[in-house]
Every structure is written in structure tokens, then in C-alpha cells.
């Protein structure tokens, strides 16, 4: 899980997703969606199978989801 400033919105489009947010697990289905500050550790995954999900990201997020040449994340705190 990972931790970064901003905030992240999400919706399911199809499948069953997975949300961990801090020590919490949401089950998310289709059609179903999400929002939550960044700062809190957050992982999200499909639940069994294929899950398409629609994520929208603040530009302080959107940051921390960047990726360089190399596939490293930018502004990583290494």
C-alpha cells in the first residue's frame, strides 16, 4: 500500500474491485464508486477475475501516479 498528497475518485465499471484503505477493505461493484485523501496507505486490485475501473486523480495525485522514462515513479520519496 502507498501513501501520497492528494485525493483519488474512482468508479467501477465492471468487475469487482478491492479497496484497502488503511486497515479497511471495501468491496466495490460495478457501477459503484469511491473518494478518498491519498495520504491514507491505499491499494486497489480486482477481486477475482478482471475488474475495469475509471480513476480520476488531483493534480497532487496525479503526480504521485506519474511515470518517467525508466518506469519509475516520479517524485518518489527514495
Not at 65 to 70: A, K, N, P, T
Request: glycine content about 8%; hydrophobic content about 35%.
Amino acid at each position: 500500500m502507498r501513501a501520497h498528497p492528494g485525493r483519488e475518485w474512482l468508479v467501477v465499471l465492471s468487475g469487482t474491485a478491492v479497496l484497502m484503505l488503511g486497515n479497511r477493505r471495501y468491496r466495490l461493484e460495478t457501477n459503484q464508486a469511491a473518494e478518498f485523501p491519498t495520504m491514507m496507505p491505499h491499494a486497489i486490485g480486482a477481486e477475482t477475475g478482471l475488474c475495469e475501473i475509471l480513476g480520476i486523480f488531483d493534480r497532487d495525485a496525479r503526480r504521485s501516479h506519474q511515470r518517467d522514462d525508466d518506469g519509475e515513479a516520479q517524485n518518489s520519496p527514495e
